[in-house]
């Protein structure tokens, strides 16, 4: 019988995704979040492994799980964690898509028991998470390096210089200005922005489609 899977564009290559928000613990009840659902992300995965793709998908907290049997999820919850687990697939993957909304801050002291409410008010100090994505731009070697970005001001200008700063070969923009784009919206609107700053508008459509576009993107790259 016919392998039909073997006609697939993406045989045999490895995805790396991360996707959804990470919670960074204040104590054992509390956390730092945000409003990600991680929908692209798992799209992502889904589109990837549906072209053929072996997909390791790393996963904040999220309600979702894969479509698709060829998605392995790995679940985590903070920024150190998935770092961890990033760095645990990154040098056998073949392409990594960076689509976690990761927390750019965590507590700096982590409670051991319940923080107990004074009459007076209360501040907790942050410090900086790891950019995970800057860090695997800084090893990647054979890598296809795909990274998004959420702006609301200068968008086109901050998106290039996270390209450069996290040594990216594509960039997702989200423009949030748009009212069908953004956290827990079915779509998107997204520009497509490669190492050599060429910009690619794309129209207001799913995250599906938006997945499948990106997808896309990774397949002409091995074309
Ligand atoms: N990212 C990451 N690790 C972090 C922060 C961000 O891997 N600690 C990744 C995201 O998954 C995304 C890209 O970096 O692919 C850009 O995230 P974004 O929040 O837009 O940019 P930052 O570099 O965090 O800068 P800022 O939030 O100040 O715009
Ligand atoms: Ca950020």
Redesign the pocket.
């Known amino acids: 019988e016919a392998d039909l899977s073997a006609t697939l564009p993406l045989q045999g290559k490895k995805v790396l995704v ?1 996707a959804g928000p990470t919670y960074e613990p204040i104590d054992p009840v509390r956390f730092i979040g945000n409003h990600s659902t991680g929908k692209m992300g798992y799209d992502i995965a889904d589109q990837a492994a549906k072209m053929g793709a072996q997909v390791i998908l790393i996963s904040g907290p999220s309600n979702l799980a894969p479509k698709n049997n060829n998605v392995q999820v790995i679940r985590v919850v903070s ?1 150190e964690q998935m770092y961890k687990a990033c760095h645990q697939y990154f040098a056998t993957s073949d392409v990594a898509i ?3 909304a ?1 927390a ?1 801050y965590k507590p700096k002291h982590v409670a051991s028991e319940k923080i107990k409410k004074s009459d007076a008010d209360f501040t907790i100090e942050l410090e900086k ?5 800057a860090s695997l731009g800084k090893i990647k070697k054979q890598q296809f390096l795909i ?4 702006e609301t001001e200068n968008e086109i200008e ?1 998106a290039k210089q ?1 390209i450069t700063k ?1 040594n990216l070969d594509l960039i997702v923009l989200n423009s949030l200005k748009d009212e069908g784009a953004g956290f827990g919206k079915p779509t998107n609107k997204v520009t497509f922005i490669d190492a050599n700053f060429n910009l690619e508008p794309i129209e207001l459509k799913s995250k599906e489609e938006v997945a499948a576009d990106i997808i896309n993107k990774v397949i002409n790259h091995y074309a």
Do not use: R
């Not at 998470?129 to 994505?133: A, F, G, K, R, V």
């Open positions: 991360t920024c960076a689509a976690a990761v750019d998470n790891p950019d995970i994505l990274g998004f970005a959420l901050h996270k996290k």
